[in-house]
């Protein structure tokens, strides 16, 4: 009985005083928080590599400097004839080039046409260049039988070769402000020699004073034939001269038997513009085929190792110019580089 009695008088103290420590419930702040559950690690996403298309300059690059995410600009040469250049830079505009070569052949050229014929002409297709937004990145001056190397031809014929070349030189830079780089080859029928060399210089001296005159400069082509196939000779010609510089012609150095990539290096910063174009190997055939259907990725160099060169050994920062066929389509040129030559270098990278 005292004890129902106890239990009855404890209920009633506890009704009669709510706050009392007996009537509490637990106290949860005192109640640790567990620690919440660590978040699973997410897999980072791999960085995407970051590309920068070059604007192209006639300004080398310092060997060495950086390269990586770097990619060339392309172009494409045309050949500057009065029926076809028009259907032709549109199709190279539709195919995406922005940069273009221009070959006079004299055969179309300047020969039989006064000055004010060829500058309308040169006008007309300066304006219709600008109506696609193209630059000429570089121009092929006319080349069949002149004889500025010759060691045969007398000096007479020596001096109007020198002037003929100077004429094209002067129209095209009256019209086609935008290029720095005049394409030059040697006299046909050459052979190489030290008097070949030497005739090389008396000539460029002349035409250089005025190619600086004129804000431009020269950059003589290495050949299939004749004279400056060889690396001695094109760098003999050239290396005297702060103004002159190299066309690399790729397809002429694989058909000639040449590691492409060591002509490159051995060229230098002295590299001013290139011929991309394809060529089967030790053939002596200068048939420029589309990239892929020659042989210089499988018999010489992969291209992707040619295009590294250019970036990292010459410092080279102009334009990736091809030297197609004229029946050969933009398009068809335009997907050869993305498919085989920049696709090889991306596997280096």
């Not at 694989?254 to 230098?268: M, Q, R, S």
Request: hydrophobic share 35%.
């Amino acid at each position: 009985m005292k004890r129902l009695l106890f239990i009855f008088i404890s209920m009633a103290m506890i009704a009669c005083n709510p706050n009392d420590e007996y009537s509490k419930g637990p106290d949860w702040s005192q109640i640790p928080t567990p620690d919440p559950e660590p978040e699973q690690p997410v897999d980072p996403k791999p960085e995407q590599p970051t590309t920068t298309t070059i604007t192209p300059t006639t300004q080398n690059a310092p060997i060495g400097e950086d390269i990586t995410g770097l990619r060339y600009t392309i172009g494409m040469q045309i050949n500057v004839a009065d029926n076809t250049f028009s259907t032709r830079l549109k199709e190279v505009a539709d195919a995406g080039f922005k940069y273009v070569e221009l070959k006079i052949k004299y055969s179309y050229g300047l020969h039989n046409k006064s000055d004010e014929q060829v500058n309308a002409t040169f006008a007309s297709m300066q304006q219709q260049m600008d109506q696609y937004g193209i630059t000429v990145w570089s121009i092929h001056l006319p080349y069949e039988d002149k004889n500025w190397t010759s060691i045969s031809a007398s000096e007479s014929i020596r001096k109007q070769s020198v002037e003929y070349i100077l004429r094209a030189l002067r129209l095209c830079a009256n019209n086609f402000k935008s290029c720095k780089n005049y394409v030059l080859h040697a006299s046909k029928s050459v052979s190489p020699s030290a008097t070949a060399i030497s005739q090389a210089h008396k000539s460029l001296m002349e035409m250089d004073e005025v190619a600086k005159q004129l804000g431009v400069r020269f950059c003589v082509e290495n050949l299939v034939g004749s004279f400056c196939y060889t690396i001695d000779d094109l760098m003999a010609v050239i290396k005297p001269f702060d103004n002159v510089y190299a066309t690399f012609d790729i397809g002429h150095a694989n058909c000639k038997g040449y590691d492409v990539v060591e002509y490159l290096k051995a060229i230098g910063t002295k590299l001013g513009t290139v011929h991309m174009h394809d060529t089967a190997y030790k053939s002596g055939s200068d048939d420029h085929r589309l990239v892929g259907d020659g042989d210089i990725h499988t018999k010489n160099r992969p291209w992707g190792e040619v295009y590294k060169t250019m970036l990292k050994d010459n410092g080279y920062r102009g334009v990736f110019m091809f030297e197609p066929k004229d029946n050969q389509k933009a398009t068809d040129v335009v997907a050869r580089f993305n498919d085989i030559i920049l696709k090889s270098y991306e596997e280096l990278e």
